[in-house]
């Protein structure tokens, strides 16, 4: 399974933004992870193939993620972005054969199911 992540650019201050994430395959699980600039990877949320959703405590208020599965593409609707939301944005799944569910699936750094990544989308919020 490859994945392709679209949707990153510039927004200002309290803006919106959607990031999507084309799956070439079937997933159990996938998730959207992100990486500022000299910080360690963070989790932001996890969705099955199936629609049941976690996420990070702290990204549920501003952060939804869905999934579409007739087009194999996650979403990541950003609300409300602040400068400090600056990052690399990672799509990242579980291979096929890996039945990832339940407690498995989930946004925790590191989680040792998603295996597969893709090459990421930078969001930048700047005025």
């Known amino acids: 399974v490859q994945l392709v992540e679209s949707g990153g650019g510039l927004v200002q201050p309290g803006g919106s933004l959607r990031l999507s994430c084309i799956a070439s395959?079937?997933?159990?699980?996938l998730g959207w992870f992100r990486e500022e600039s000299g910080e360690e990877r963070e989790g932001i949320a996890t969705?099955?193939?199936?629609?049941?959703?976690t996420y990070v405590e702290s990204m549920k208020a501003r952060f939804t993620i869905s999934i579409d599965t007739s087009k194999k593409t996650v979403y990541l609707e950003m609300n409300h972005l602040q400068p400090n939301d600056t990052a690399i944005y990672y799509c990242?799944?579980?291979?096929?054969?890996?039945?990832?569910?339940?407690?498995?699936?989930?946004?925790?750094?590191?989680?040792?199911?998603?295996?597969?990544w893709g090459q990421g989308t930078l969001v930048t919020v700047s005025s």
């Open positions: 395959g079937y997933s159990y699980c």
């Open positions: 969705i099955e193939w199936t629609g049941s959703a």
């Open positions: 990242a799944a579980a291979s096929p054969h890996r039945v990832v569910t339940g407690s498995f699936c989930h946004p925790g750094v590191p989680n040792e199911y998603l295996d597969l």
